[in-house]
């Protein structure tokens, strides 16, 4: 007779903590994940001091089920956190940011909880006055351990789609560069708070023909400042509705950003994000002949499970 295998126990519990929500998992020993929770608890919502008492009532059952340590990403590391991370360095691969965990000394912890820092590097410049420019994530850094987790690569080009989007190159393992574009929120100010949100209906379902037309002309050159004009033209003119001026005005500022890279030499390209974008730029790779592969939360969770195979033999006590 079949015996049912015993549950694993929870080996960790992993939190992604950003600006305006809280998420959490517990993960067992294999990295399966178990539970997930989601609150709207992101550090703007929490008071000075309270980051404990939150933690504790969204998440104290877990930290009091066996879970042998926490690790938390995102926002929780930022100045305004709970305890800050200071950015780990690129060149940066699982070991220095493991080295760089930040732990949390709290007498009401359950467990031993760190931080996980973020990452950054410098652009060079070569202009006068101005040798370089700093720049950095923060909760991106696990999504890309945890791609390269997942899919036992070593080298390749990470995308992160979002308010600011991240372009990531990572080789031998570690991440050697990396560019932020702004994209998602050029995109929310032109098309809720510029003059273009009188004739853009961004409650529109996605028309891939009008992103398409967008890709295209962010492609032919001119830069963002000229083209997005075209939104309202295309309007004024009545060429176009104003459904499909979303997604167009979507692919405008999706194509501006591909069209800033030298794609020539990725081998492999992933994309980390909700499905809605990860689609959308699987999309615009595709009509550039690159396939890409797309992953959601799941590379979080294995970012944060791979990254505790690194902690020292014997974690701080809380």
Known sequence: MATTPSPQPTALLAL?????????????????????????????????????????????????????ACLISGMAGSKQGWVEAPYCACPAGFADVAAELRWVQDARLHLPTAIVPGLSCEHRCDVPGLASVPDVMRGEEVQILGAMHLGGWREGLCILPGTHSKWAWIRDG??????????????????????????????????????????????QGGGLLHNAFSARTLSLFARMDAGPLASYLSGLVIGEELHAQDLQ??????????????????????????????????ASWAGLHALSHHLPHRTPSP
């Open 265 to 298: 030499a990725a081998a492999r390209v992933t994309v980390i994000g909700s499905p809605s974008l990860t689609a959308r730029y699987a999309l615009a790779f595709d009509r550039l002949g690159i396939t890409t592969h797309r992953m959601g939360a799941e």
């Open 174 to 219: 570690r991440v050697t560069s990396f560019r932020s574009y702004m994209t998602g929120e050029f995109y929310a100010l032109l098309s809720q708070q510029s003059l273009l949100a009188r004739t853009i209906d961004t409650q529109a379902a996605f028309d891939a023909d009008a992103f398409g037309l967008g890709l295209a002309r962010a492609g």
């Open 16 to 68: 992604d903590w950003g600006t305006s929500s809280l998420r959490g998992a517990r993960i067992d020993t294999t990295g399966r994940v178990m539970d997930e929770r989601a609150f709207p608890r992101g550090i703007l919502t929490v008071p000075a001091g309270g980051f404990a008492e939150v933690f504790d009532a969204c998440f104290g059952d877990w930290a009091r089920d066996g879970a042998q």
